[in-house]
């Protein structure tokens, strides 16, 4: 017999009592000690005419088994266990299936660059209140999902806090692991120079940290070993998987140049020593060769941009097996305006950076640096653009599918999960194409090419399916 009592709420939050408490009874049908239970497993049965596995050769009629998260069989069509499809399960016939995309290097500071709310964007993390970019990044983050995109690095931005309601159903989104705030040396690319500097230490200085205040700025000003330690530390602690410090110049800042290293190499040892210590990466901002190698030499996991390597960057970046991540497509787009419509100081450090950038990048392809591939964009963004330019520079087609997949978790360390390949034990986040990307990259950037999307085993985009796929917005209650 069952017996249906009052629904309670797995926890409430009372201002009375100081604070979120759980309530006795669990929510949901209470049951006599003599019910048992046993929990479904979901069976979801993929065929497909080519499989491409993002490591390896692609295979042609092949089939995928997944059971609930986890990918739990892979193989020809005609030995499909049948363990699986005697029991009750769910079918699909996809054209061509691959792993779902990573996108290495996002900014989760609003939801598209066509957003029309946007506002400054060289001033705007900081004048934009964060539920406003939170409201954009909702979008954003659907968008990207709907595009195959399955998980997202992202590189300072608010994907510590949209990573959490994404996680626990709230909105739709791909899986988000973030740096939280990145971390800037004062006068440093993180650093907002036409404001004033006690206004920008108010709101970004790691000394300035103040009650009721959880540290959700994009950027960190630090100063001193010290400081470097306790910001690392304060980003672990909102929820950062990775830390991000920039260790030169940039493009998009006001006053700092893209050739000069910033940070110590004391403080950069520092960063990257607290971060391995508690079980994370550090990723780098790099411009400059002189930024280049100290950030490589004191150890980081990642180079982001790298625009001014030369053979010794390349040679002890292969020593060291350090990821690149080149972020291309960006500085195309940017010198495709010819310099209209952005800030004159953008215009010619663009410029400066794109003299070597490709070649640089072009280096690392042909002599084998592990490359994982982001956009420098938003969420919202078209990011399949980055593979594009991942064979323009030099890669095969198969070669940029792979960095856009398999090499993914590399770019996390010890926090990735088993993803971005189609193998067994791996998480089942696995996307269905219409066209074949093994003969031409481009068809990724088209949404409607992207037919199906499964993230942890759950259809988010196919035939028949809503808007927010498997997961409901409405509680049972509603």
């Given at each position: 017999?069952?017996?249906?009592?009052?629904?309670?709420?797995?926890?409430?939050?009372?201002?009375?009592?100081?604070?979120?408490?759980?309530?006795?009874?669990?929510?949901?049908?209470?049951?006599?000690?003599?019910?048992?239970?046993?929990?479904?497993?979901?069976?979801?049965?993929?065929?497909?005419?080519?499989?491409?596995?993002?490591?390896?050769?692609?295979?042609?009629?092949?089939?995928?088994?997944?059971?609930?998260?986890?990918?739990?069989?892979?193989?020809?069509?005609?030995?499909?266990?049948?363990?699986?499809?005697?029991?009750?399960?769910?079918?699909?016939?996809?054209?061509?299936?691959?792993?779902?995309?990573?996108?290495?290097?996002?900014?989760?500071?609003?939801?598209?660059?066509?957003?029309?709310?946007?506002?400054?964007?060289?001033?705007?993390?900081?004048?934009?209140?964060?539920?406003?970019?939170?409201?954009?990044?909702?979008?954003?983050?659907?968008?990207?999902?709907?595009?195959?995109?399955?998980?997202?690095?992202?590189?300072?931005?608010?994907?510590?806090?949209?990573?959490?309601?994404?996680?626990?159903?709230?909105?739709?989104?791909?899986?988000?692991?973030?740096?939280?705030?990145?971390?800037?040396?004062?006068?440093?690319?993180?650093?907002?120079?036409?404001?004033?500097?006690?206004?920008?230490?108010?709101?970004?200085?790691?000394?300035?940290?103040?009650?009721?205040?959880?540290?959700?700025?994009?950027?960190?000003?630090?100063?001193?070993?010290?400081?470097?330690?306790?910001?690392?530390?304060?980003?672990?602690?909102?929820?950062?998987?990775?830390?991000?410090?920039?260790?030169?110049?940039?493009?998009?800042?006001?006053?700092?140049?893209?050739?000069?290293?910033?940070?110590?190499?004391?403080?950069?040892?520092?960063i990257v020593e607290e971060?391995?210590?508690?079980?994370?990466?550090?990723?780098?901002?790099?411009?400059?060769?002189?930024?280049?190698?100290?950030?490589?030499?004191?150890?980081?996991?990642?180079?982001?941009?790298?625009?001014?390597?030369?053979?010794?960057?390349?040679?002890?970046?292969?020593?060291?097996?350090?990821?690149?991540?080149?972020?291309?497509?960006?500085?195309?787009?940017?010198?495709?305006?010819?310099?209209?419509?952005?800030?004159?100081?953008?215009?010619?450090?663009?410029?400066?950076?794109?003299?070597?950038?490709?070649?640089?990048?072009?280096?690392?392809?042909?002599?084998?640096?592990?490359?994982?591939?982001?956009?420098?964009?938003?969420?919202?963004?078209?990011?399949?653009i980055e593979i594009e330019?991942?064979?323009?520079?030099?890669?095969?087609?198969?070669?940029?599918?792979?960095?856009?997949?398999?090499?993914?978790?590399?770019?996390?360390?010890?926090?990735?999960?088993?993803?971005?390949?189609?193998?067994?034990?791996?998480?089942?986040?696995?996307?269905?194409?219409?066209?074949?990307?093994?003969?031409?990259?481009?068809?990724?950037?088209?949404?409607?090419?992207?037919?199906w999307v499964w993230k942890?085993?759950?259809?988010?985009?196919?035939?028949?399916?809503?808007?927010?796929?498997?997961?409901?917005?409405?509680?049972?209650?509603?």
């Amino acid at each position: 017999m069952t017996r249906r009592l009052v629904e309670r709420p797995a926890q409430m939050y009372s201002s009375t009592l100081g604070g979120t408490f759980k309530p006795k009874y669990p929510f949901n049908t209470l049951q006599d000690d003599n019910t048992n239970v046993e929990k479904k497993v979901t069976i979801t049965v993929i065929k497909t005419g080519l499989l491409i596995p993002g490591d390896g050769e692609p295979v042609k009629d092949a089939a995928l088994v997944m059971a609930d998260k986890l990918i739990a069989w892979i193989g020809p069509q005609s030995e499909i266990p049948s363990e699986y499809t005697d029991s009750p399960h769910r079918s699909h016939a996809v054209p061509y299936l691959m792993p779902g995309l990573w996108e290495c290097h996002a900014h989760f500071m609003f939801g598209s660059p066509s957003d029309a709310g946007n506002k400054d964007p060289y001033i705007g993390f900081i004048t934009d209140h964060p539920s406003e970019s939170g409201a954009r990044l909702t979008r954003g983050c659907w968008m990207a999902l709907q595009r195959g995109y399955t998980s997202m690095r992202d590189v300072a931005g608010l994907g510590c806090e949209i990573s959490k309601v994404i996680e626990e159903g709230t909105i739709v989104g791909p899986n988000v692991y973030s740096s939280g705030s990145c971390l800037s040396q004062t006068a440093g690319h993180g650093d907002v120079f036409s404001m004033p500097a006690g206004d920008v230490l108010l709101n970004l200085g790691v000394s300035q940290i103040r009650p009721g205040h959880f540290g959700t700025s994009v950027s960190m000003l630090v100063d001193g070993v010290d400081e470097c330690r306790r910001a690392a530390r304060l980003q672990i602690r909102r929820g950062a998987k990775f830390i991000k410090v920039l260790a030169s110049g940039g493009v998009m800042s006001l006053s700092d140049n893209p050739m000069y290293a910033q940070f110590s190499p004391e403080e950069l040892k520092v960063i990257v020593e607290e971060a391995t210590r508690m079980g994370r990466v550090v990723a780098a901002h790099v411009h400059g060769k002189p930024g280049i190698m100290a950030a490589v030499e004191a150890g980081v996991t990642t180079v982001e941009h790298v625009s001014f390597a030369d053979q010794e960057c390349i040679d002890l970046m292969k020593k060291k097996g350090t990821v690149y991540v080149a972020t291309r497509a960006v500085m195309d787009m940017l010198l495709g305006t010819g310099g209209e419509g952005i800030p004159k100081h953008v215009w010619e450090k663009a410029k400066l950076c794109a003299e070597n950038h490709l070649v640089a990048y072009q280096m690392a392809i042909k002599q084998g640096i592990p490359i994982a591939l982001g956009t420098d964009t938003a969420p919202g963004f078209n990011m399949a653009i980055e593979i594009e330019a991942a064979v323009k520079a030099g890669m095969s087609n198969l070669e940029a599918l792979k960095a856009a997949t398999a090499n993914g978790p590399l770019s996390i360390g010890l926090q990735a999960p088993k993803s971005g390949q189609l193998k067994v034990g791996y998480e089942a986040d696995v996307i269905g194409l219409l066209e074949n990307p093994v003969e031409d990259v481009r068809v990724l950037q088209k949404a409607a090419n992207i037919g199906w999307v499964w993230k942890g085993g759950k259809i988010f985009k196919g035939p028949g399916v809503g808007p927010w796929g498997e997961s409901s917005w409405l509680d049972e209650s509603w």
